[in-house]
């Protein structure tokens, strides 16, 4: 999907003010992080390592694994591409509604897939079947209980759980502890939405090394650009220091959406993370975007477009405590 995400700036003339359209951490790059990149900008006059595996070791230290089961890539989207391409024409089940991104991996590479929801999992014919967890843009959860268990159920199938915002919530451990015993478990994670950077694109597969094996061949060499890897090397050895409190976090989300539950005409839908659906009553979901970015220079998520997602629905983001009073009162205007 090159236009219809979240964060569509690109698309917008003028200036945004505050975006509530997408997931990354609102405060923005740690400064530390930042000052890392910028001193190794002379770095872009080299060719970076054709794989990024100096960022294995890393990872398995802080995992707890083995370099050999780790492959990094240019954001989470190119592993899902990987990932398809390596399953070319097989079949795949998609639990949504959920991340567009998975579907274009599946008709890039030919897979014959269905949307399904969460109690037809069971159920569901597929060799190749996609999670999201927390997941976009409903930020409802699978406990690690539920998902090992539908490992264990369906040896066939193999399982891709992407962890691309599990730093966003308190109630989910990553399972890729996971992937030294169940072959049929590939995870996928990002560094881009906990640290504020997804214009450099960063994100990485977690699996067993047989997997990785096969998925390397697959893989096009120098997509993960110097200064990512520069910054994924100050991440992984300064994590704790540079990850935000998700627990702040979500008790400014809670009074961010206790707020708009007072507002008439639209419903606030339950989540588990910053950020989260909004039903809206009697009104159009392209019309609000609309009204808010010519008279408040506010950017929401337009969710109408998320598949097997019926009705209008926005998503936002908690931002800021000023920013989210703005847009309070602006929504009130509104209805």
């Known amino acids: 999907m090159l236009n219809g995400h979240g964060d569509d700036l690109h698309l917008i003339e003028g200036k945004i003010k505050y975006n509530f359209s997408s997931n990354v951490y609102y405060k923005g790059c740690p400064k530390p992080l930042l000052d890392e990149i910028s001193k190794n900008i002379k770095e872009i006059q080299s060719y970076p390592s054709p794989i990024a595996n100096e960022l294995n070791e890393l990872a398995a230290k802080k995992f707890q694994l083995h370099s050999n089961q780790f492959l990094f890539t240019n954001g989470a989207t190119e592993a899902f591409y990987l990932i398809a391409q390596l399953f070319s024409r097989k079949k795949a089940a998609i639990v949504a509604p959920t991340f567009a991104e998975y579907e274009d991996a599946c008709n890039i590479f030919k897979l014959d897939y269905q949307l399904i929801s969460k109690s037809e999992i069971k159920d569901a014919n597929a060799d190749i079947l996609f999670i999201c967890n927390p997941?976009?843009?409903?930020?409802?959860?699978?406990?690690?209980?539920?998902?090992?268990?539908?490992?264990?159920?369906?040896?066939?199938?193999?399982?891709?759980?992407?962890?691309?915002?599990?730093?966003?919530?308190?109630?989910?451990?990553?399972?890729?502890?996971?992937?030294?015993?169940?072959?049929?478990?590939?995870?996928?994670?990002?560094?881009?939405k906990t640290f504020t950077i997804p214009g450099l694109r960063l994100g990485y597969i977690i699996s067993n090394a047989s997997n990785i094996s096969a998925l390397l061949p697959l893989k096009m060499p120098w997509s993960v650009n110097v200064l990512a890897i520069k910054a994924g090397e100050f991440i992984f050895n300064n994590y704790k220091t540079l990850q935000f409190n998700a627990s702040e976090l979500l008790e400014k989300t809670s009074i961010f959406k206790k707020e708009l539950e007072r507002i008439k005409g639209i419903k606030v839908c339950e989540s588990n993370t910053s950020y989260f659906l909004i039903e809206l009553i009697d009104t159009s979901a392209k019309k609000l975007k609309e009204y808010l970015i010519e008279k408040h220079q506010i950017l929401i998520r337009d969710a109408t477009n998320f598949n097997n997602l019926e009705g209008e629905y926005i998503r936002l983001s908690t931002q800021s405590k000023a920013a989210n009073q703005l847009l309070i009162q602006a929504l009130k205007e509104w209805i």
């Open 135 to 192: 997941n976009n843009p409903t930020g409802h959860i699978f406990s690690n209980k539920e998902l090992a268990l539908l490992f264990k159920q369906k040896p066939a199938t193999t399982f891709v759980i992407d962890e691309a915002y599990i730093e966003f919530t308190n109630n989910l451990e990553s399972v890729a502890s996971l992937t030294t015993t169940h072959t049929n478990l590939i995870v996928v994670r990002s560094l881009t």
